[in-house]
């Protein structure tokens, strides 16, 4: 409405420029503004469909102390058993399942990260299932979801996506479903009508294929569950060791009440530790099971164009490609260095999922509405 009046940075004042500029009342405008935001919604979601593309998500380079529980929870859901998998935040649950995701034999994984507002819907979870076993050969959901125009009995599509399943045979698909959790409030109901609906459809699906379900609490019944501990003073040590880092025990010991074992703050740890951070200061941090005081320690010691990469692609959730910086190579390199971003031989770059959403959150309004304005361009 107003671009063509006023700058970037300038607002109309609501009592006086809305009559002037626009010859409507105020309570028009924002009615108008309202249906305008819907319609963009339906038409952004539509031009993007986000359940048409499969999520893929990285497996950690170095995954240490781990080995009991992926092969448990691999022999688990090649029996067919479905797991739920859960931890506090850090612990390393969705490193563990993209650790059994890429080892997966044949390669069948269907990946699904609950996003409230973007695909926690039963039509939405159907349609990415549906594109994910037509990939595979099997049409039968695909078919089914495509005639009937969004009016899906979740019975029939059950029933359906149960015949694809059968049909593929050997190796068995692998389901894996994170942010689980994220469909319930604390108290352990549905969020909504269509989380009750959604967890009604996978309590059935349950028992139909092997399902890794993902989340800090279970909410869901399965044959299996794994809580995800932190690592103890030798799993800190051989973190640290993967990253070239030997202590004598006294300074380990240090470094693991610090972090109390959260392989996500050990990882912060290490890349203070790189950027030349004194060891006695560093394990005087009280932390209480959050980042934020080693977040703001590492990046003070960032330079500008390591800050400036790491902002710019804190709204991607998935890999980017690294030629879209092509002035900030040498920072990537530091920032892989000190294990805060992911660089693949293919071009692709993107941070460690937790550092990203600990820049992202730092953000002003205005830089977040800057950054997923230039992220919005890389992707078109």
Do not use: C
């Not at 319609?39 to 048409?52: D, K, T, W």
């Not at 068995?172 to 352990?188: A, H, K, Q, S, W």
């Not at 470094?255 to 560093?282: C, F, N």
């Amino acid at each position: 409405y107003f671009r063509r009046y006023f700058g970037p940075k300038e607002y109309p004042v609501e009592s006086n420029d809305i009559p002037i500029y626009l010859a409507v009342s105020r309570t028009r405008f924002f009615v108008h503004l309202d249906e305008a935001i819907d319609r963009l919604a339906e038409l952004l979601l539509r031009h993007v469909q986000p359940v048409m593309r499969p999520e893929k998500p990285l497996p950690p380079e170095v995954f240490i102390s781990r080995s009991r529980e992926v092969g448990e929870l691999t022999a688990a859901l090649l029996a067919g058993k479905s797991v739920t998998l859960t931890g506090s935040p850090g612990v390393g649950k969705s490193a563990l399942g993209a650790t059994i995701s890429r080892d997966w034999p044949g390669g069948r994984v269907f990946w699904h990260t609950f996003l409230p507002g973007l695909n926690d819907t039963l039509g939405a979870l159907l349609f990415a299932l549906a594109n994910a076993l037509r990939e595979q050969g099997t049409m039968g959901l695909w078919a089914y979801l495509a005639a009937k125009s969004g009016e899906i009995d979740p019975a029939q599509a059950a029933a359906l996506l149960r015949g694809d399943l059968q049909a593929l045979g050997e190796p068995p698909f692998l389901f894996v479903f994170d942010e689980i959790d994220l469909l319930r409030n604390t108290d352990g109901d549905p969020r909504t009508a269509a989380h009750s609906q959604l967890l009604f459809f996978l309590e059935s699906f349950v028992l139909s294929a092997p399902l890794l379900l993902i989340g800090q609490r279970a909410y869901l019944d399965t044959p299996v569950h794994l809580t995800l501990e932190s690592l103890d003073a030798g799993g800190v040590d051989a973190l640290l060791e993967s990253a070239g880092i030997s202590l004598p025990s006294t300074q380990l010991q240090a470094i693991v009440e610090a972090t109390s074992g959260v392989p996500r703050l050990v990882w912060l740890v290490i890349a203070l530790l790189r950027g030349g951070e004194d060891l006695a200061q560093l394990t005087q941090l009280t932390l209480r099971g959050d980042a934020i005081p080693l977040f703001h320690r590492l990046w003070r010691r960032l330079d500008q164009d390591e800050m400036e990469l790491l902002v710019a692609l804190s709204p991607f959730r998935r890999p980017a490609p690294q030629d879209v910086w092509p002035n900030h190579n040498a920072a990537a390199t530091s920032l892989q260095e000190r294990r805060l971003l992911i660089l693949r031989d293919n071009g692709e770059i993107a941070p460690q999922p937790f550092f990203r959403r600990l820049v992202y959150q730092e953000l002003s309004p205005e830089q977040r509405e800057h950054v997923q304005m230039m992220a919005g361009q890389v992707r078109a």
